[in-house]
Each structure stands twice: as C-alpha cells, then as structure tokens.
DNA sequence: CATTAGCACTCCCCTGTGGCGAGTGCTAAT
DNA sequence: ATTAGCACTCGCCACAGGGGAGTGCTAATG
C-alpha cells in the first residue's frame, strides 16, 4: 500500500465519518489536495475495493471504507490530536466533587463520556466478585432485618438489609460474623457462594437458610444493575445510519440487557489502554453496525473495570479514543484517593 | 348518546385497539352483529365525529376514535373482564420472593408489569423525602470513611458511605449521631435539609462540614435513580404508531429522564385506586400520542407509591386496569410484611 | 508508462401517472 | 327510520421516465 493510496484512504474515511454520505472519486479530488484527478483516484479506489478495504453499497455510488477499511484507517492512518484544554478542565472538574462513592463515579463517567461524545456510553463498575472477602458484619435495623455489610481486602464495601430470625441476639449476630469472616476471609468473593452452599463446610450451618437467603447475594457482588452504567442511549438516534426502526431496536436492546457487554468485554482481554473493535469484530449481531472503544480504568494498580463507547461505525475513533484515554486516566486518579 | 351509538363507539374502539387500522362501516357491520347496515352506521359515526368521538385521519379513511372516544370507551364502554387465574398467580408468585428489600419490589414489579401487559411500566418507589425522620447511625468502614445509615418512623432505613474525619473516634462518632437523631427525630425529611444548613439551628455545627456533606444528600433521600424504575421501555417499539424515529424519540426520552414523571403524577392526586390519561389529558407534550394506566400502592395504611404503564393511546385499558389493580394489591399486602 | 480526459453505462432517486380499493356522503327507494 | 345504490375522494402502489452521481474502460497525453 503506497502512499497515495494511504491518503486517498484516509481522506475517503473522514469524509464519510463527517458526511455518513459514499464518497466518489470527484469528490475526493475537489475537496481534498490530493493532486491527482478522478481518474487516477478511481483506479486507486478499484484497487482498495479488490483488496478489501473499500465497499460499494451499489454500483455507480461512491465508496465506503469497510471494517478492514476503518481498521487500516484506525491502526495507520488517522492523527491523534491532543486534547483540548477546555475539555480537560471539564473532565477533570468532573472529579473534583467531594462525593467520593463508588457508584457515583460510575454514573457519572458515563454520563460525561455520553455527554462529551455524543455517543451512548457504557461504565462496568469495579468487579467486585473478583475481589478478595475481608469481613462480613451485622448492623441491626429492626426486631427481625438487619444490615450486611462486606468488605473486600481492597477496602470496598458494599451492603444490603437482610431479614434474621429475631431471635437472634446482636452478641450472636456479631459471633456469627466473625465466625463467618475467620472461615472465609481470603477468598475469592465469586467462590463464596459455592462454598456456602455446601452444608458440611461450615460450621455455620445451624443458620444455613439465613446464610443462603445472605450469600446468594455476596456471592453475586449486589445486583447485576449496579455493575454497569449506561448513560445517552438515544444519541444514537441522531445517526441516520440508525434511522431504521430494527436497527434502533437492535442497538438499545443490547444496550439495555447485561449479559452482552460482559461478551465485548471479554473479546479483549482487560488489558491496559484503549482498544477498538469494529463492527463484526465484537461478534456481537445485535450491534454489527456498530464500532466499541473500550478503556480501562484502574483502581490503585488493579485494572477493575471499564468505559465503553458504542457508536456507528463511522464513529469519530480519534477523537472517542483521546477522550477515553483522559477519562479513564482521570477516573483512576479520582479513584486512588476514593 | 343512545344505545346504538355507543354500541358502534365501542365496536369501533375495540377494533381499532386490535388492529391500529382505521375502522370504516363496512367492516363494523361484517364484524360485529349489531342488526344495522353499513349505511345506518355511517350516519351515526357522521353524528360521532360531530361530537368530537371520533376521528378521520383523511376523508375515504375509516374513523378512529379520539381522546374524548376513548376516554368515554374508558368511563362508560369498556367491560372489564376479572382476571384470570394463571396470571393472578403468576403475580403472587413474584411477591412470594425470600427477598424483603424495598430496591427488589420496585425493580420486580416495574419488570412484571411490562412483562405481562407488553407495554413500557414505571414504578415509583415510596417517596422517601415525604417520610418523617427517626434516627442516625454511624457504622465505620475505614479510618476516614463510614457507613451512614438513616431510619424513618416507619422502619424503612437507607444508607450511604461518607468520608469523615479520620481523627472522631467511633465514640465521638456515636454521640454526633445521637444528638443529631435526638434534634431532629419528629422532622419530614424533606425539610432536614434546611434546617441543618442553617447554622445556628443546632449545638452540631461544629462537624458542619461533615453533616452538610452527608446531609445533602439525607434530605434527598438518595440519588434520584433509585426512586424510579422504567421497565420495557423498548416494547413501544412493537406498536406501528411508533414506527415513525421522531415519536419514539419523544417517547423514549421521556421515560429516560425522571422529571416528567412526576408531571404526570402531579396530575393526579395520589388518590387510591387506577387511574387512566389518555393523550393530551398528562399534558407532556412528548406523549402527547400515548395513554398511561397508574395504580398507587400503599405499605400499611399510607399511599406511598405509583405503578404506571405507557402505551399507545389504542392500550388494552381494560385488561391494563385490570393488572395494575391486582398488582398494586399484591405489592401493598407484600409490602406491608416487608 | 503513469496519468488523465472523454464517454458510455449503471443504478439510485425523484416525480408524475393511473389504476385499485376502501370508505364516505348523499339521494332515493323501501 | 332504514337501507340500497352510486358517485366521489383519497391514500396506496406499481410503473415508467428523466436526472444525477459515479463508475469502468479506452484512448490520448506529457
């Protein structure tokens, strides 16, 4: 791939990203000082077209970059600029609230990236059932509820009401805890609920259905709701790719469901930076006219979760990648001091 | 309106609702034996359409009916069918749940409703702000961080994690919570917030900032979030007059954002029982083309909340009316063992 | 020999036309 | 009062034709 071919790549690819409009080679010579004429362009653009880089929704219309296209454009071609200043200000006053909870920062990086993209975004919280038990404890509320509370070894919590049997003492609630915490402390939150489910495990079991009725839920981290923020799911309304009422359907579908997102999550694996997947590279159906940048966030050095991006495939990927890259540095630093 | 005009609205109604066609004489005749010819019926929807019951989206089109139509279908028309027994323990088997937490009621009957009538459901959790304060209480977490926990008169508790001062002892701690609790037990939350900012109110401001902190956010009774769950949101989507994107934007942008929610809900006194608004009667203009079916719920005595439904003006009224009656039931009896 | 002008060709899109069908309102007959 | 009959209206749809944007090919050009 010479450089002329580079270019005529790359100029086709942000006009289209600009215009959602296929791109001709008249086009492309006027708009663009590439200092050749249609003709040449046109030879270029068959060549990229055979190999694959190039689509054509028909004959006779211009062309439009294919996933190998965008994925060429993305890897080799487009610039990076810096980040503005006003930008940064905004994002780093995001951070600056004294609200320092945990579900708080979630909310509200999706809401900012959605905010600042223009596209729908996507925050997986911290996987908490990945962290390692610490301490349970019982807050008693009422004659016959009380509050469990758990700690992970990284100083998260999280807590929820729990109905006991009332006649239970707070003495007795609190050796059960500890009891609880001396047994499994160390291990693996997502491992607890098997463990407890096991009756000749413990010696907790005279308790064993307020243990299951509790643990079901330790075991889970909370809720799945609470793992994953979506934040501007209609801006991909403004897309006129996603004028067709199936497609709309498709899309927020997958955004409204869990399950999905945890299989993006895991086509790449949760290494560092920011990552792009492509259309039918998430192998997702539901959204194969969609492109995904992923990011992800740090807690201390851990790497414990993610911002994702979802928008058309023509998505404006340097500029969603610079923004990501910001925020996600920016969350982790909020997050060491949480 | 004499009998056989309202014969002919309902038939009318009816059809409509089923088929999203418009409904001409013809087709009422064939349909629906009501002894009179096509031309008969003609002349009385002329005389329906005068008196603003109906409507023609063009002439040569069949009628359809209008918000006062359907409002008089809903008031007078309608039969309402007792619901049936699978569905009825369908319902009671979803409240039969092990889980007590106020957070699963909502989420679960928000998702029930939309489950079983097919369209978009809100729930509207108790208002929490208009609950009268009982009691504070600090549980540490870690050395500049603890869990609040706030109680109301009638044992509903919410929590939040607050970051204060690493140097108060947990019994310092203890005695802010209780005097506190002490001051201001008696109080509705809503009004908390004032008070606590003014500083002269009370023998706390000395840990001002820890309590404006945490008092923010007391007053609020929590993010907003929590107080309002939309399921099914996309089942819109499954209704042709939502084919056209505008309205589904309209639509689905506003079950988005919490506020216009409580427009609608200020329409209507939090009176017992269903209650239906069809059209142009909630005055947001973003539904302005669809219904909603509201029911409260109550836990013990008190009104405390809101199941809605949102449809397309043609909604299934009476089969809606009919579920949300017996699920505002079902969730108050559950509620008032919670 | 790479580049480019020229040209025929393709195919979408828009518009206008005409037939069909559903439904109406009116009138006259029952 | 009801109804059959009929002319009329209008949306829908299929179809054809013109315009336009863009292409691929070929032959001319520097």
Same mark, same amino acid.
């Given at each position: 791939m010479d450089a002329r071919k580079r270019s005529i790549l790359q100029a086709l690819t942000e006009d289209y990203i600009l215009s959602a409009e296929p791109v001709g080679s008249r086009t492309l010579a006027r708009k663009y000082n590439l200092g050749i004429s249609p003709a040449t362009i046109r030879n270029e653009m068959a060549d990229l077209e055979e190999w694959g880089f190039l689509e054509q929704p028909h004959t006779s219309a211009g062309r439009v970059p294919s996933d190998k296209g965008y994925r060429f454009y993305v890897d080799e071609l487009m610039a990076r600029p810096a980040i503005g200043n006003d930008l940064l200000e905004r994002i780093r006053a995001t951070y600056q609230s004294r609200i320092r909870e945990l579900e708080w920062f979630v909310h509200q990086t999706a809401r900012l990236v959605s905010d600042i993209t223009g596209y729908p975004s996507i925050v997986l919280a911290p996987a908490w059932e990945l962290g390692i038990f610490s301490a349970l404890r019982f807050v008693r509320l009422g004659k016959d509820s009380a509050l469990l509370i758990m700690r992970t070894e990284d100083g998260l919590t999280q807590n929820r009401t729990v109905s006991i049997p009332s006649e239970l003492s707070l003495a007795q609630l609190n050796d059960?805890? =500890?009891?609880?915490?001396?047994?499994?402390?160390? *291990?693996?939150?997502?491992?607890? =609920?098997?463990?407890?489910?096991?009756?000749?495990?413990?010696?907790? &079991? =005279? /308790?064993?259905?307020?243990?299951? !009725?509790?643990?079901?839920?330790?075991? /889970?981290?909370?809720?799945?709701?609470? &793992?994953?923020?979506?934040?501007?799911?209609?801006? $991909?309304?403004?897309?006129?790719?996603?004028?067709?009422?199936?497609?709309?359907?498709? %899309?927020?579908?997958?955004?409204?469901?869990?399950?999905?997102? #945890?299989? $993006?999550?895991?086509? &790449?694996? *949760?290494?560092?930076?920011?990552?792009?997947?492509?259309?039918?590279?998430?192998?997702?159906?539901?959204?194969?006219?969609?492109? %995904?940048?992923?990011?992800?966030?740090?807690?201390? #050095?851990?790497?414990?979760? !993610? +911002? *994702?991006? %979802?928008?058309?495939? !023509? @998505?404006?990927?340097?500029? +969603? @990648?610079? +923004?990501?890259?910001?925020?996600?540095?920016?969350?982790?630093?909020?997050?060491?001091?949480?």
């Open positions: 059960l805890a =500890q009891e609880f915490s001396r047994e499994f402390s160390g *291990m693996a939150i997502r491992d607890l =609920q098997n463990y407890i489910l096991d009756p000749l495990s413990t010696s907790l &079991r =005279q /308790h064993w259905a307020l243990w299951q !009725r509790a643990l079901g839920w330790l075991g /889970h981290g909370g809720g799945e709701d609470e &793992r994953m923020t979506v934040a501007g799911p209609l801006n $991909i309304l403004n897309y006129p790719e996603f004028n067709d009422i199936d497609k709309v359907r498709r %899309v927020l579908g997958f955004l409204e469901q869990d399950k999905a997102v #945890e299989q $993006i999550a895991k086509t &790449r694996p *949760m290494a560092q930076g920011v990552t792009v997947l492509i259309g039918t590279e998430t192998s997702v159906a539901d959204i194969k006219d969609c492109s %995904v940048v992923t990011a992800t966030y740090r807690m201390g #050095e851990a790497v414990v979760g !993610r +911002v *994702m991006v %979802v928008g058309p495939r !023509r @998505m404006q990927y340097a500029y +969603v @990648m610079t +923004v990501l890259e910001v925020v996600s540095d920016e969350l982790s630093k909020a997050l060491k001091w949480a």
